[in-house]
Structures are given as structure tokens and as C-alpha cells.
């Protein structure tokens, strides 16, 4: 008949397992630390890009007919 509970060779086991599963949380921290700041600006320069792009748009349609928006990257019809 097989022994029944945990043995102290499993505990060892879990033990370094946690351990190394509190290194992996640990290093994931310090990464979502540097990329934070990082996702930030490029969220600030997709807003900036869309903005230019957005008032470039005005500017074409209301010079340009129709037809020649695509020429300039505008497909949208009015």
C-alpha cells in the first residue's frame, strides 16, 4: 500500500516552484514599470498623428473635388 500525504520532496518542489513563480511576478513588475511611461507617449503621438491627420483631411476635401482625395490618401466620400 502506497503512503498517503505530501512528502517533504514535494513541499522542496512547491517551494522552489513559488520561489521562482515571486522572481517571474517580480520581473513582470519592473517591465510594466518601464512600459507604463512608454505606452503613454505613444498613446500621446497616436493622438497627435490623428489630429494632423484629421485637420489635413478638412483641408483636402475643402480644396480638392471628390474625385482627387484618393490621390492624397483620403478615401472616405462626404
Known amino acids: 500500500m502506497g503512503e498517503r500525504g ?7 518542489e512547491m517551494d522552489k516552484t513559488v520561489a521562482m513563480l ?3 511576478n517580480a520581473e513582470v ?11 503613454k507617449k505613444m498613446n500621446d503621438l497616436m493622438t497627435l498623428v490623428k489630429a494632423s491627420y484629421a485637420e489635413s483631411k478638412k483641408t483636402l476635401k475643402g480644396y480638392y473635388p471628390q ?4 490621390d492624397y490618401g483620403i478615401p ?3
Do not use: F, G, Q
Not at 505530501?6 to 522542496?12: A, D, L, P, R
Not at 513588475?29 to 505606452?39: A, C, F, G, S
Not at 474625385?67 to 484618393?70: D, G, L, T
Open 6 to 12: 505530501v512528502s517533504n520532496n514535494e513541499i522542496n
Open 76 to 78: 472616405d466620400k462626404r
Open 22 to 24: 515571486s522572481e517571474a
Open 67 to 70: 474625385e482627387r482625395w484618393p
Open 29 to 39: 513588475d519592473r517591465l510594466r514599470e518601464e512600459l507604463t511611461p512608454k505606452v
